[in-house]
Nanobody
């Protein structure tokens, strides 16, 4: 079992920055990849970013590439999402998720149903 708790969301003006945190507990943290997803009102949950178990590989949605950075600190059982140059279209509830499936190589999952555990979400609102 993995328990995930997000924090760091809030209201920010367009062009500003926020850093989201996701604290994990339960299963050994450095055994699995982590991802961030988001869901805007009336839309499906979508992939934002993912990081491998050791932080060595990352993947981003095209819409956030160059603006968002995912990272993890295995000593603190925490994954981060640094969000810069925020836009109104980034407004959503942001969720962190754990993918506990073992893959050989550097595969990082991007589909919702590939992730096993989810946090409760944190709201990010970007005003224009």
């Amino acid at each position: 079992q993995v328990r995930l708790v997000e924090s760091g969301g809030g209201l920010v003006q367009a062009g500003g920055s926020l850093r989201l945190l996701c604290a994990a507990s339960g299963r050994t943290f450095n055994n699995y990849a982590m991802g961030w997803f988001r869901q805007a009102p009336g839309k499906e949950r979508e992939f934002v970013a993912a990081v491998s178990w050791n932080g060595g590989s990352t993947k981003y949605a095209d819409s956030v590439k160059g603006r968002f950075t995912i990272s993890r600190d295995n000593a603190k059982n925490t994954v981060y999402l640094q969000m810069n140059v925020l836009k109104p279209e980034d407004t959503a509830v942001y969720y962190c998720a754990a993918d506990t499936t073992y893959y050989s190589g550097s595969y990082l999952a991007i589909l919702v149903n590939e992730y096993d555990y989810w946090g409760q979400g944190t709201q990010v609102t970007v005003s224009s």
